[in-house]
């Protein structure tokens, strides 16, 4: 049996007062031994990094600021001098710069294209704002006003005085916003009719859903778009011949339903059991108990997927560049090879300015969806 | 090599020194003070016990001891051994020291008898038979020996717990450090986990527990620790400390905790 | 209400919702139905218009187009339609099966480099994931091809030259190895040393289980896979050759080949996927949770050990399938070489094929059928694998 002695009791009499830390484990000198310097391998990785570092980006922002030619008229301003250089040529960038927005719409018309990308942003700005007032209103307005609007307002009713204009005429970012906004309309509510179709207990219906979201999400979205350009035409009555944007719009939109679909079915597996059998108990049938307590709550949680399929969606538009729409990429590819800015640098400056373009929305969208989980989790968390 | 299982090291008892040493401890994470001068030398065969409210930094300090919390002022000394960033040091301290947690951690992807005997053979170098065979008779000791080629997915919390604890012994270490093994289990398997743990004292195995359980605390220490905001408040026999608690807060803890027993 | 025979009471037959699924299915089946004939006469009476034949016969019809890459047999003047499909479908596997290869190990290494305790080269793997996550996939290959690869010089100024390879505007030239007699042995001495080096390995373990003792396995591995060829190679006096690329006035003759398109491709598609491929990774080794080390070190495993005994072992589990979902997207996004040239699948079949003999539909359906088949494939294994090492449950 262990003896306890007079040695081994105590009692505190005095507390210590709080001390700070030693200045060599906290603080910036501490912050870099902790994080920078904490082993032989992580100071020789650090060294590494640096030493990379200050290879590539000094060359990086001369390029990109410093050597670059903000203005001029054609390839003369932007070629490399004797002495210098040649940097990013944004003069190309700006000379174009309707033509990347655009497109070959009509001068005097653009400013429906405006009135468009205003109501979007007004549209987008009411949804994406978790606040704001009446936001069933907005969705109306987002999913059912907006679109048909848009569609008078950008392909012209001669009968009201806008004058039609041909979508082969439409191009750079316009198309782009275009083409993402029908996919984003268009397949949330198909998704959402899909995934329910999955679930359904009526067999036909579940493997006809099943059938086409395996076999959509099974091949290339190339091989969709070609089968929408090339099999749509055949399919219809030559009278009724399809356009090429909107056979682009058919396969992006069967095609981004397919993994919305996908998405949508997450959340509703996700909603308890329970919920189904309280629905019912108060007498909501099916239709009813859908749209009042399941899809709500299903959405809600699958709100940050949601965002990311159109994240997705977003950066898939560019494949309509295979069947001859001229989407903001594409736009691109045409400017470059434009002999009057003809420059060793001009490709480079306009995947640069393109690569802008595409990551400040894709990042910013990949921002909010963080931002919807946070508040999710938060919620959650009682 | 193999080491005898249990029972009091009579080595470290004859030559005076202690199992584990601490002084004058410090720990901050990053400007805030996680643990002040922390002063507490247990001997071979010895249970000491380490209650206080939550965020005290008991369990940070039993954490300090192995190693898996690191400390910026003072020293600790485990088996004679000064626990220091050298990682040798920090193997040969893990190798006497045996952990069992609130969470139970065992592995899942293992049988409850490959979690005990993975460290054996990878880090005593046993061949697997005889790693085996010790593990079946941890097993044994600890009343489930039938779980052994049952995955701990399988196993309810209570025999879980019960397979860290053989888990741990398996190593044969000279010290065995519980960081509320009880607190994540449901009421009624509290016991079975409990009274592993008091035939595991009465074997004269050094302990330290960090634990509510004042029942158990009463029945098997040989010294209570109470600590509060990171300082230690007060250490005496349990009699004393539950009789006549000195130190005020440790009165108000006592009457807290002890009112809802 | 009175009851029938069966004893439940009768309803209007309207109300009950087994016959109206009944209705519901029956109409949906005769809606498909109405839709998919109308569609077939159409196609039907577009096809006679456009005088396009139809059926399968097409494959055995005399392509009469060139492909810049070709991994088998294949002549402009006799090949088939057909031999254009094996061609074309044995480059896109072929950047496929390097592509996923490059991929895993890029994006393994920057998913672990996100979880790195130096400052640095964790916010450097962020920056690199966000960027190219980012921006899609065409602008990234557009820019490779164009921007990078294009901008080498023209075979005159070729860079390397002199050092037996040569990298221009037309492609990376590499010496080409020509075996002469004997060196069939020498292939085996190294098959047989890697096979060796595998049965070392079970070895090995069976005794570190059975003693616990090790086996050192780094230097007889190295000699057997490395030494036993050479030895080989001196006794029986077998020749290798190597054939340089040499610079002519316009092209280059000798050597092997890799076409800027084929390199824009595989590092296009690899360094996109790779991004990917890293966060799928970092959320794996972050799923593993923290106690498990706890445990693991508590009991005295170094950190080699507790990375291969219960870190890999446990995040594996959560890492394949986002993974096999990776590796499908780099197969379907190998599509893309129609972008920039690189004659695979797509662009051989669906975009020559289809232009030349107009059968959109079977060539369409052709497509269609390989990609299922391939997804299929990928999923299948993929399921296979999880079942076999799911915990048991309760």
Known sequence: MIAVTEDDIFVRSQRVSVLPPPLAAAGPIGWARANLFSSPVNTLLTIAILALLVWIVPTLVRFLFIDATWSGADRDACLAGPHDEAGACWAFVRDRFSYFIYGSYPIGQRWRVDTFFAMLAFGSAWLLWLDAPRRDLGALYFFVVMPVCAYVLLNGWPLIGLQSVDTALWGGMLVTVVVTTVGMVASLP????????????????????????EFVRGVPLITVLFMASVMLPLFVPPAWAPDKLLRALTGIVLFSSAYMAEVVRAGLVAIPRGQYEAASALGLRFWRMQRLIILPQALRITIPNIVNSFIALFKDTTLVFFVGIFDFLKTIEVARVDPKWATPVTSATGYAFAAVFYFVFCFLMARYADRIEYRLARADRR | MNQQPGGVSEGSAQRGGFAVEINGLYKW?????????????????????????????????????????????????????????????IDEIRREIGMVFQQFNLFPHLTVLENCTLAPIYVRKMPKSDAERIARKYLDRVRIPEQADKYPGQLSGGQQQRVAIARALCMSPKIMMF?????????????????????????????LVVTHEMGFARQVANRMVFMDAG?????????????????????????????NA | ?????????????????????????VLLCLLIALAATAVVRNVIANLARNRITSGFGFLDQTAGFDISQTLIEYSVQTSTYGRAFWVGLLNTLLIAGLGIVLATLLGFVIGIARLSSNWLLRNIARGYVEVIRNIPLLLQLLFWYNAVLKALPEIRESFFQGSGMLLNNRGLFLPQPVVGPGAGWVLLAFVLGVAATFGLR??????????????PQLLPALALIIGLPVVVFFVVGAEVELVYPQLGRFNVSGGVEILPEFAALLFGLVIYTAAFIAEVVRAGLLSVPKGQLEAAGALGLRRREVLNLVVIPQAKRVIIPPLTNQYLNLIKNSSLAVAIGYPDFVQIFTGTVLNQTGQAIEVVVITLAVYLALSLITSAAMNWYNARIAYPGR
Do not use: W
Not at chain 1, 203 to 211: G, T
């Open chain 2, 179 to 207: 960081d509320e093994p009880t607190s994540s289990l449901d009421p009624e398997m509290v016991k079975e986990v409990l009274d592993t743990m008091v035939e595991l004292a009465q074997e004269g195995m050094t302990m």
């Open chain 2, 231 to 259: 300082q230690i408040l007060e250490i005496n026999t349990p009699a004393a400390f539950f009789s006549n608690p000195q130190h005020e807060r440790t009165r108000a803890f006592l009457s807290q905790i002890l009112k």
């Open chain 2, 29 to 89: 994470f990053g400007t805030f003070q996680v643990l002040s001068d922390i002063n507490l030398k247990v001997r071979n065969g010895e249970r000491v016990v380490i209650c206080g409210p939550s965020g005290s930094g008991k369990s940070t300090l039993i954490r300090c001891i192995n190693a898996l919390e690191d400390y910026q002022r003072g020293e600790v000394v485990v088996e004679g051994v000064p626990l220091t960033h050298n990682l040798k040091r």
């Open chain 3, 202 to 215: 079970l070895v090995a373990q069976r005794r570190r289980e059975l003693t616990g003792q090790i086996t």
């Open chain 3, 1 to 25: 209400m009175q009851p029938n025979r069966s004893g439940r009471p009768r309803t209007a037959l309207f109300d009950d919702p087994t016959f109206r699924g009944i209705v519901y299915q």
């Open chain 1, 190 to 213: 198909l998704g959402i009719l899909l995934a329910l179709g999955r679930r359904s207990s009526l067999p036909a219906v579940r493997i006809l859903s099943a059938l086409f979201i």
